[in-house]
């Protein structure tokens, strides 16, 4: 089946640091990527919807400056949290929805601790 | 607005027993998909099924069995003869296919199976 990897798997930076995190979609071409935040003993919060070649889709509240996607190609989209604070640490997740399905798939996740 | 809800946060069983997880959803689109995902401790989601709007026949793999009706806006998601192994988070999810094609998660439910 359609297999997407996240990477890392686990990430821990310093306050005011940047992290990227990565999201490939191995075997299928993901028009459309998304991203989504997890808290403990919560559900998933979407965070932004990215399309291939064009700008993410920030929900609201989400600050499109501090994270930042990019889906510079039909297998790779990419968040930054820009200047990260212990507040951010979190489950990050991605998943992609290939051309013309309607099945997402989820990749491992990113467990970010900032200290 | 899209909305699912998942009114059992949590459900204990003791293995071998069957397990019924509910899940009740709101859309006034008329197409759209319905998932379920599972979120074992590692955090990873895996896929287990996708049901779209027009395909109201119950479904069947193993010991997990789903039954969506329309006319309640339910997609319940059924759990034959339990396992420790089947000890997760079970997310039920909505796709609204036209606009913004967002998946929005219930709020999960804690299945803890003992032995």
């Known amino acids: 089946g359609a297999v997407v990897s996240q990477h890392p798997s686990w990430v821990i930076c310093k306050s005011g640091t940047s992290v990227k995190i990565e999201c490939r979609s191995l075997d299928f071409q993901a028009t459309t990527m998304f991203w989504y935040r997890q808290f403990p003993k919560q559900s998933l919060m979407l965070m932004a919807t990215?399309?291939?070649?064009?700008?993410?889709?920030?929900e609201q509240g989400v600050e499109k400056d501090k994270f930042l996607i990019n889906h510079a190609s039909l297998t790779l989209s990419t968040l930054t949290v820009t200047s990260a604070h212990p507040e951010d640490s979190s489950f990050y997740i991605c998943?992609?929805?290939?051309?013309?399905?309607?099945?997402?798939?989820f990749g491992e996740g990113s467990w970010l601790t900032v200290v | 607005a899209q909305k699912v809800t998942q009114a059992q946060t949590e459900i204990s069983v003791v293995e071998k027993e069957d397990v019924t997880l509910d899940c009740v959803y709101e859309t006034r689109d008329t197409t759209y998909y319905l998932f379920w995902y599972k979120q074992p401790p590692s955090g990873e989601l895996v896929f287990l099924i996708r049901?779209?709007?027009?395909?109201?026949q119950n479904e069947i793999s193993g010991r997990y069995s789903w039954n969506f009706q329309k006319s309640t806006s339910s997609f319940n998601f059924t759990i034959t003869a339990s396992q420790v192994v089947d000890s997760a988070v079970y997310f039920c999810a909505l796709l609204i296919i036209q606009g913004a094609q967002k998946l929005v998660f219930g709020q999960g439910t804690r299945l803890t199976i003992n032995p």
């Open positions: 990215s399309n291939e070649g064009s700008k993410a889709t920030y």
């Open positions: 998943s992609a929805r290939g051309v013309g399905g309607n099945t997402i798939y």
């Open positions: 049901r779209n709007s027009f395909d109201e």
